[in-house]
């Protein structure tokens, strides 16, 4: 498996014209390959992080036996029982992956992604692994081979390690929902613009919020347009890794800007 990250490694190096380091965070661009003579096709993954079902979601993919991936925590699992009933009672359509035990991102770098606590050591990014994939087991009946941490960005180490363990991580290319902070129009609209190959990811556990009706009403119409869904087990997919700008500190910008006074000048 040293192969695969001295890949990655590498990939980064030609994207980004700089060296990667095991620290440094990347966010994963997961594609399928593209549809054949049967038409455009797309794979859309759902997250479960924690809090409830939304109900509008599930029940549109039961009616219109739409296929989805649906990362599952540890955490959600517990107070969602009902609900995971009715996906393990439909396997033709649901394939349950893991999105760890306690909903905290592989990273070891940085104290926090997006406001979450980081894992912070290689130690807490196994435990969170493994803790997901023994809650599959014990709550759902399946062995995952699919990983989606909490925030969908890792450091680089751990995605290596991930991956020596035995797991493909899951990227994405079309961002529906933004953690399920937008309304329902732009959500309907991002995924109803989806194209083909694109792996699409918005969130089912936010059932008051209103980016779960877009998820709907996008989802059936890209069924109206002769879109044809998968699951990530059932197709070929490639992985890019997009390196994530490090912030840096103000006071550096300054200095950056100071040499270079020549950047002022406005064309
Ligand atoms: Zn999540």
Redesign the pocket.
């Known amino acids: 498996m040293r192969f695969s990250l001295s890949a990655y490694v590498l990939a980064l190096v030609l994207a980004g014209g700089a060296v990667a380091h095991a620290g440094d965070i990347v966010e994963p661009r997961l594609r399928i390959a593209e549809g054949d003579a049967a038409g455009p096709q797309v794979a859309l993954t759902l ?1 479960a ?1 924690s809090g409830q079902t939304d109900r509008r979601i599930l029940a549109m993919l039961v009616e219109n036996r739409i296929p989805a991936t649906i ?1 599952i ?1 540890g955490r959600w699992t517990k107070h969602n029982a009902e609900a995971l009933a009715i996906m393990k009672a439909h396997p033709d359509l649901f394939e349950l992956e893991n ?1 760890g035990l306690n ?1 905290v991102p592989a990273i070891d770098s940085q104290p926090t992604m997006y406001g979450i606590r980081t894992a912070g050591s290689p130690q807490a990014i196994r435990a969170e692994v493994e803790g997901g994939v023994e809650s599959l087991r014990s709550a759902a009946g399946v062995t995952p081979r699919w990983y989606r941490d ?2 969908a960005r890792y450091s680089l180490g751990a995605v290596g390690q991930i991956e020596k363990m035995g797991y493909k991580i899951a990227g994405y290319s079309l961002n529906a929902d933004q953690g399920a902070t937008l309304l329902a129009p732009m959500v309907e609209k991002r995924i109803a613009n989806a194209r083909d190959g694109d792996v699409i990811i918005a ?1 089912i556990n936010q059932p008051t919020r209103s980016a779960g009706e877009g998820v709907v009403k996008g989802i059936l119409a890209l069924k109206a347009k002769g879109m044809r869904f998968v699951r990530l087990d059932d197709v070929q997919s490639s992985q890019t890794l997009d390196p994530v700008p490090v912030q840096k500190p103000a006071k550096t910008r300054h200095v950056a800007t100071a040499v270079q006074p020549q950047s002022r000048t406005r064309y």
Do not use: P
Request: some cysteine; aromatic content about 12%; hydrophobic content about 20%.
């Open positions: 997250d992080c990362f925590t999105h909903h909490a925030t969130h």
